[in-house]
């Protein structure tokens, strides 16, 4: 019998209320684990800044605290996205771009600090030093983390592999822009998807960015032989993708 792994993607849009976006969080993840047509998700995953920027937030702290309890109340895997990040460690007026990472029993398992911010739009955020994988011990499997520009690097997708991933999660806010210069979410996939011979998944953000751009979606999924086997189009929706992780 295979090993499979229910990934549940939220594609959406992004606000800079923070309430604004918890709700709308909340909402799809009660419509996937309640929905009868599809199987639900074992792990969901958001978009990067799908948490918010204002107010900025201490990890842990009532957000995650929050969060963490929609975890445990369905017993899934949880990366509801990215937000900023205020940490003591940090000059004032600096912060991290951090994803945190719940498991079924709404524990705060890891929190991801984007290491590669996107200099000179990010200047306000510090970068991480410590790559983030982790266990789905009831798969016998890992995955990897990472945060938007950091996948332009291969050397991150390569080390997340080193570490065990054989499922690499990374979380966009990419702009129509972007993918002019023909660096989209599509093609990355299946370059380090076909690299690392992993899953990789990849969420984007859609609709307006707040600073007069447009998100474009197109989150997908890509196969251990870097393969496209699911895109999504540029309009919000959710999408729960079946993972066979005996092709890793």
């Not at 000059?91 to 498991?103: D, Q, T, V």
């Not at 996107?118 to 994988?133: K, M, N, R, T």
């Amino acid at each position: 019998m295979g090993r499979y792994l229910n990934v549940g993607i939220i594609q959406m849009p992004v606000s800079f209320e923070l309430e604004k976006n918890l709700k709308y969080i909340t909402e799809k993840v009660d419509e996937m684990m309640t929905n009868k047509i599809y199987h639900p998700p074992e792990i969901i995953v958001g978009v990067e800044f799908g948490i918010g920027v204002d107010p900025p937030q201490t990890i842990p702290g009532p957000i995650t605290n929050y969060l963490g309890q929609i975890a445990k109340k369905y017993g899934i895997y949880f990366i509801p996205g990215s937000m900023r990040e205020v940490n003591p460690s940090l000059k004032e007026g600096y912060f991290y771009n951090a994803a945190p990472i719940f498991n079924p029993d709404g524990e705060l398992i890891a929190v991801y600090r984007k290491m590669f911010p996107w200099y000179p739009a990010e200047d306000i955020y510090a970068p991480g030093s410590e790559y983030v994988v982790f266990d789905i011990p009831e798969k016998d499997t890992k995955v990897g983390f990472m945060i938007c520009y950091d996948a332009m690097f291969p050397e991150v997708a390569r080390n997340l592999t080193l570490l065990g991933a054989e499922v690499i999660i990374g979380i966009f806010f990419d702009p129509y822009e972007i993918k002019q210069f023909g660096l989209s979410t599509t093609s990355l996939s299946q370059v380090r998807a076909g690299e690392n011979q992993a899953y990789v998944v990849y969420t984007n953000a859609v609709g307006p960015s707040g600073y007069g751009t447009t998100l474009y979606g197109e989150s997908c999924v890509a196969n251990p032989i870097g393969r496209s086997v699911w895109e999504a189009d540029s309009i919000p929706c959710v999408c729960t993708v079946t993972l066979d992780l005996d092709l890793v």
